[in-house]
């Protein structure tokens, strides 16, 4: 599935990704130990220009990946609610707290709110958002791979996510060549591509 690039020059794989979902599950298959034990590895390593690595990576996934054509985090997970989301939306929904909770949420064992239906409730059929303006910030901060410190949510984030979000692995896998397979590479004249 991935090709990889012979020239000296850094570049990133695919420009727009027809089928994200295929695409994550080739990958994964592919990829899913050499992917995580690099993860873990980089949780060790003392790498300069990861984060601002991970940004640039994160920007160009999201023009390759369109998210309107797969939509995997809304229809296999559950956004994490916090109060505020869930006060926001059910008074965007005209419901009281309590009566959004009775209709779509339970409390798992860490005391977080989640959905108790997947996919999501406010997922149209356009995979579109019915509820976008007011969704959970779970949801608008997704997959997290933007947030500062990319080494803090490789373990609780990133590692689950790059078997849900095509995205994250498109940041996996572009992160592993750059690092692992072209160690001299300039993350510098990476980044600016
Ligand atoms: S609230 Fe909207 S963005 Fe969040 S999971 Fe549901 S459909 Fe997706
Ligand atoms: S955030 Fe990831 S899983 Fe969700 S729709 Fe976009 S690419 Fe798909």
Redesign the pocket.
């Known amino acids: 599935m991935k090709k990889k690039i012979a020239s000296e020059e850094p570049m990133f794989t695919k420009s727009k990704i027809k089928d994200p979902i295929s695409y994550m599950k080739a990958a994964k298959r592919k990829n899913k130990k050499k992917y995580t034990t690099f993860l873990k590895g980089l949780q060790r390593r003392k790498l300069r220009g990861l984060d601002a690595l991970a940004i640039a990576l994160h920007k160009k996934a999201f023009k390759a990946v369109d998210c309107l054509a797969c939509?995997n985090?809304?229809k296999t997970?559950?956004?994490t609610y916090k109060k505020a989301d869930v006060k926001r939306?059910s008074k965007h929904l005209g419901m009281s707290f309590s009566q959004y909770y009775e209709k779509y949420l339970y409390k798992d064992k860490s005391g977080d709110y989640m959905?108790t239906q997947g996919?999501?409730?406010?997922?149209?059929k356009d995979n579109?958002?019915?509820?976008?303006p007011v969704?959970?910030k779970?949801?608008?901060g997704?997959p997290h791979t933007q947030n500062r410190d990319f080494k803090l949510y490789i373990a609780g984030t990133h590692i689950q996510n790059m078997e849900y979000c095509p995205a994250t692995m498109y940041i996996v896998e572009n992160m592993f060549d750059l690092v692992m397979n072209k160690k001299n590479v300039n993350l510098n004249a990476a980044m600016a591509k």
């Open positions: 939509a985090c809304c997970m559950s956004p939306i959905n996919p999501c409730q406010f997922l149209r579109k958002c019915s509820i976008y969704r959970p779970d949801c608008s997704f």
